[in-house]
C-alpha cells in the first residue's frame, strides 16, 4: 500500500505561483504513476497532470504551458509547479499514485487565487 500526504497549498494572487508536493511512503517501488488532480467546489475531480514511470508526462489542456509535474525518485516525491494562476485555479488539489493493484490518494491541499 502507498501512503501519499500533500503539501504547499495556500492563498495567492491572481498570475502567481505556487509548488505543491506529494511525498509517498509505504510500496513506492509499486507505483507506475503519479497524478495531480483537482476539484474545485460543485464539480467533478479532473486530471491535471500526470507522471509515467519512464518519466514521460500528461496534462491537461488548462495545465499546459502553465504547470509543471516533476518527481524526485530519491525523495520518493511529486511535484507540482504552478504558474500564472488564474482564479478558475482554485480548488482542492490531490496527489493520487497508481500501481498494479491500487489507485492510492493523498488527503488534498487547498489552493485558493484571488482575483
Known amino acids: 500500500q502507498v501512503q501519499l500526504v500533500e503539501s504547499g497549498g495556500g492563498l495567492v494572487q491572481a498570475g502567481g505561483s505556487l509548488r505543491l508536493s506529494c511525498a509517498a511512503s509505504?510500496?513506492?517501488?509499486?507505483?507506475?504513476?503519479f497524478g495531480w488532480y483537482r476539484q474545485a467546489p460543485g464539480k467533478q475531480r479532473e486530471l491535471v497532470a500526470k507522471?509515467?514511470?519512464?518519466?514521460?508526462?500528461n496534462y491537461a489542456e488548462f495545465a499546459k504551458g502553465r504547470f509543471t509535474i516533476s518527481r524526485d525518485n530519491a525523495k520518493n516525491t511529486v511535484y507540482l509547479q504552478m504558474n500564472s494562476l488564474k482564479s478558475e485555479d482554485t480548488a482542492v488539489y490531490y496527489c493520487n499514485a497508481v500501481t498494479w493493484t491500487q489507485s492510492n490518494w493523498g488527503q488534498g491541499t487547498q489552493v485558493t487565487v484571488s482575483s
Open positions: 509505504g510500496s513506492t517501488v509499486s507505483i507506475n504513476v
Open positions: 507522471i509515467i514511470r519512464g518519466g514521460s508526462t
